[in-house]
């Protein structure tokens, strides 16, 4: 990755939130990604433990300026799940208000979820691109888990959210999933992308990292032979 590029990856219930057993149980990955030079960042579906993100951020001399939210479910953004409630971009906005950028077709399910306002958000298109220093982020609409998922494309990394992990990829049995959106994300939508990036996913499931290439050669998931055996694969009728 780029020398000037300040990137972190971190593991909820682990490198932080390491008293809450729901977060260690869910193994969620938080992201930072920043400019060295000008010593600005932004967070990546920050929850879970925010004070200590934002604190850890501060420590190493950083200004947090925005966050990206790769879609809308409680554990990525903050909220109630299954009776717990997951501190997110609320708290973030209490410690630090920043926009908080999003796909424009996720942004209803962030207000509902987390009770921001609309103006807190910022709406995006596919392939629009956010700054942070002079740090490029491409936006990337991945639908399929939910309706605005996205992925996000920085220098040689894909920070994929709950669209693709390493051995798996997101449900679409949830509200909001479309199991054949999540087909047309996974083998077209992605498809172009170079094999060469490295894919950090949102959950550790099946790993932390690893070249793209390699998880296309192994991802059951990416080695469907077509939409009738997919849904099949998924208990629909085609």
């Not at 850890?56 to 966050?67: F, P, Q, S, V």
């Not at 220098?155 to 994929?160: F, N, R, V, W």
């Not at 939508?189 to 996913?201: F, K, V």
Request: aromatic fraction near 8%; hydrophobic fraction near 35%.
């Amino acid at each position: 990755m780029n020398d000037q590029i300040y990137f972190r990856q971190l593991l909820a219930g682990h490198d932080f939130a390491v008293n809450d057993p729901t977060a260690k149980m869910m193994e969620n990955f938080v992201y930072i990604i920043g400019d060295k030079n000008t010593r600005e960042c932004m967070l990546i579906d920050p929850a879970w433990g925010v004070e200590e993100l934002v604190d850890l951020i501060e420590d190493d001399g950083y200004t947090l300026t925005g966050a990206l939210a790769t879609h809308y479910h409680p554990d990525h953004v903050g909220g109630t799940m299954y009776g717990h409630t997951v501190e997110g971009l609320p708290a973030l906005m209490d410690r630090c208000p920043c926009k908080v950028h999003a796909n424009e077709h996720e942004v209803e399910g962030i207000i509902k979820v987390t009770g921001l306002s609309k103006s807190d958000l910022v709406a995006h298109g596919s392939g629009s691109k956010v700054q942070v220093g002079e740090i490029e982020i491409e936006l990337l609409h991945t639908p399929g888990h939910t309706p605005g998922s996205q992925c996000f494309c920085v220098d040689d990394a894909l920070i994929s959210g709950d669209t693709l992990f390493l051995s798996g990829c997101g449900r679409v049995d949830l509200p909001g999933g479309d199991a054949d959106e999540m087909y047309y994300t996974l083998t077209q939508r992605l498809s172009s992308l170079s094999g060469d990036l490295t894919l950090y996913p949102g959950h550790s499931y099946g790993g932390q990292h690893a070249p793209l290439s390699k998880v296309r050669a192994t991802n059951p998931y990416l080695n469907m032979p077509d939409l009738k055996t997919w849904r099949r694969h998924h208990g629909l009728s085609f």
